[in-house]
């Protein structure tokens, strides 16, 4: 004989019910800081060193802020990532990178994202980074730059120009091929 669905089990009464855990945004971003991004990012790396052809160690260094009246910028911003290459022939120069570097903003940032350049001329390379990283206003960042490099050593050039109240700025970072 069927008597409907099976009742919901209820604790006994009296039973003191534990509070649900709610996370606030900037307990989430700081789990994400502090927590995942470093796995993602280790993981990432682990991936990049074992099955990439080409692996570039980057050292974040110096940026120039083009309103310097707006705030005091940090422009000596030290960092650690890496870029590794797509391998992807439909897209030349195509590369992934993921780091941390202290921010103008003198705010911790992780980054994860793409380096895609893909007009050359001899030495150089043009086109531009998607990125997502912590410590700014926009967690999204899309940014025209170059690059120059030989077969070991390279620069990575960000020009970011003045956009409304956004302070534009070239950022410049060392490359050291590592594979």
């Known amino acids: 004989m069927y008597h409907g669905p099976p009742k919901p089990l209820a604790p006994p009464p009296g039973t003191v019910l534990p509070e649900p855990i709610v996370m606030s945004q900037s307990s989430l971003t700081h789990t994400f800081t502090r927590t995942l991004a ?74 994860a994202g793409v380096r895609w350049m893909p007009w050359e001329w001899k030495a150089f390379r043009f086109g531009g980074y998607g990125l997502l990283s912590t410590g700014y206003p926009s967690a999204v960042l899309l940014l025209p730059g170059f690059s120059v490099e030989t077969r070991h050593v390279g620069i990575n050039v960000v020009l970011a120009p003045n956009i409304g109240d956004y302070s534009g700025y070239v950022g410049v970072q060392a490359r050291i091929r590592v594979d």
Do not use: M
């Open 38 to 111: 470093p796995l993602a990012l280790a993981a990432g790396c682990t991936f990049s060193l074992t099955v990439q052809a080409e692996t570039w160690l980057v050292i974040s260094g110096a940026s120039h802020h083009f309103r310097q009246e707006e705030r005091d910028w940090r422009e000596v911003n030290p960092g650690l990532g890496l870029e590794w290459s797509a391998n992807r022939p439909d897209w030349k120069n195509l590369y992934y990178v993921a780091g941390y570097f202290k921010n103008s903003y003198d705010k911790h940032a992780l980054h």
